[in-house]
């Protein structure tokens, strides 16, 4: 069984940063494209970012310039790397990936990790 393990959410204060990684557990399910969501206490997912199997990339309007997405395919891993941290980023934020393993291609979401972004 594979999944996407998430890493790197927790309590930082306004104007700080975070890096989130999103990686396969396993080496034989390589990351094809991914994408970073959030969701906030009572509102809805959101797109937040997401990445191509090369590294096209595309940032919603309110994270350009502060959120940056990447990937490592040596370690089978995406990356949210967050900048300038508001309250308002507060929300558990979910890693969105295709997953191969060379014959098919699988639909995977992480168990999310949580952001809060408070002084």
């Known amino acids: 069984q594979v999944q996407l393990v998430e890493s790197g959410g927790g309590l930082v204060q306004p104007g700080g940063s975070l890096r989130l990684s999103c990686a396969s557990s396993?080496?034989?399910?390589?990351?094809?494209?991914a994408g970073w969501y959030r969701q906030a206490l009572g509102k809805e997912r959101e797109l937040v970012a997401t990445i191509t199997s090369g590294t096209d990339t595309n940032h919603g309007a309110s994270e350009k310039g502060r959120f940056t997405i990447s990937r490592d395919n040596a370690k089978n891993t995406v990356y949210l790397q967050m900048n300038s941290l508001k309250p308002e980023d507060t929300a558990v934020y979910y890693c969105n990936a295709v997953l191969t393993d060379g014959r098919q291609e699988y639909d995977y979401w992480g168990q999310g990790t949580q952001v809060t972004v408070s002084s």
């Open positions: 396993r080496s034989d399910f390589s990351i094809k494209a």
